[in-house]
């Protein structure tokens, strides 16, 4: 699975959009992006993802550029509750197996009154 | 619609016991991944597995660890004549099909404490 870079933290102030950044320059077709979140030790919890178009789902918006190089989760209205790690992942499309997700450091969002 | 439940939430073992951590995947689901999460690092792959078969134990340690998905009952992830080193939260998955784009969805984690 290709390699993914992140800033280490980002701060948000509450109401406002949350915009995290992943790189993931090395990407190749057949490999998709995935965003998890983890809260203060708990499970980490499934965000979104996609391989090339955009997607929004209840919780948050992900661009993806055209040449696949990075991405950005949008989060429109951060709230306190949404202060986690944030990890970009980057996942192959095997048939037959399930690739196992490969986490890296993530970012941490700090989201201020 | 319950979700990925692991029991204990916390576990204490003193060093040369046995822990056992279980795993009921979501309703419908088959394929099991386990998770491990040593204190201020990230989740690292262990295992993975569907009813009565390792598909993937290449991020299993190569002694006292070992894991299980029995065709009925919770997957079972069990460690050894544990040591301190094996104090870590300890995270299991599940998802439906098994097949690469599969989304897996997270269980609240067991801690493990080893004294």
């Known amino acids: 699975d290709a390699k993914t870079t992140q800033p280490p933290s980002m701060d948000c102030a509450e109401g406002r959009a949350a915009n995290l950044p992943c790189n993931h320059s090395t990407i190749s077709g057949n490999e998709y992006v995935y965003w998890y979140r983890q809260i203060h030790s708990q499970g980490p919890q499934y965000i979104i993802h996609?391989?090339?178009n955009n997607e929004t789902n209840e919780m948050a918006s992900l661009i993806i550029t055209e040449d696949r190089k990075s991405s950005t989760l949008i989060l429109p209205h951060a709230t306190l509750r949404d202060t986690a790690v944030y990890y970009c992942i980057v996942r192959a499309f095997n048939t037959g197996t399930a690739s196992k997700l490969t986490f890296g450091t993530g970012t941490r969002l700090q989201v201020t009154l | 619609n319950a979700g990925v439940m692991q029991n204990p939430r916390h576990l204490v073992r003193r060093r040369g016991q046995e822990a056992r951590l279980r795993c009921s995947p979501m309703?419908?689901?088959?394929?099991v991944y386990w998770y491990r999460q040593l204190p201020e690092e990230g989740l690292k792959f262990m295992v993975y597995l569907q009813k009565e078969n390792i598909i993937d134990e290449s991020g299993m340690p190569k002694e006292r660890f070992s894991a299980e998905f029995p065709k009925e009952g919770p997957s079972i992830l069990r460690i050894q004549q544990v040591v301190r080193g094996d104090s870590a939260a300890y995270f299991c998955?599940?998802?439906?099909?098994?097949?690469?784009?599969?989304?897996?969805?997270f269980g609240p984690g067991t801690r493990l404490t080893v004294l």
């Open positions: 996609g391989l090339k």
């Open positions: 309703k419908g689901h088959s394929h």
């Open positions: 998955a599940s998802s439906p099909l098994g097949q690469g784009t599969d989304t897996q969805y």
